[in-house]
């Protein structure tokens, strides 16, 4: 079992920034490719961010790619999403993933093992 707990949500202006983390416990955080995805009301979740166990591979969506950047500490057990020039489309429930798998196919597949519940990001315009 891994538990999630994301971090870092809130409401921002169009053009401002964010840092989300994910705090890991449980099973070997360093074994896992982590994930950011998020919901919008209406739409179907989409993984926005990938990152493998090393740290070595990453995978963006197309709609953030030049503006997200994840990364991993895995002494620290997180994650970590930074999210520069925010639009109002950016505005969904971010989650947090774990997978034993890679995160690639994380990223193609959009899925995820381990889940946390959730931070709501707000993008104003």
């Known amino acids: 079992q891994v538990q999630l707990v994301e971090s870092g949500g809130g409401l921002v202006q169009a053009g401002g920034s964010l840092r989300l983390s994910c705090a890991a416990s449980?099973?070997?955080?360093?074994?896992?490719?982590m994930g950011w995805f998020r919901q919008a009301p209406g739409l179907e979740r989409e993984c926005v961010a990938a990152i493998s166990w090393s740290g070595g591979s990453t995978y963006y969506a197309d709609s953030v790619k030049g503006r997200f950047t994840i990364s991993r500490d895995n002494a620290k057990n997180t994650v970590y999403l930074q999210m520069n020039s925010l639009k109002p489309e950016d505005t969904a429930v971010y989650y947090c993933?774990?997978?034993?798998?890679?995160?690639?196919?994380?990223?193609?597949?959009?899925?995820?093992?381990?889940w946390g519940k959730g931070t709501l990001v707000t993008v104003s315009s």
């Open positions: 449980g099973r070997t955080f360093s074994s896992y490719a």
């Open positions: 993933a774990a997978d034993e798998g890679t995160a690639r196919t994380m990223a193609v597949m959009n899925v995820g093992h381990y």
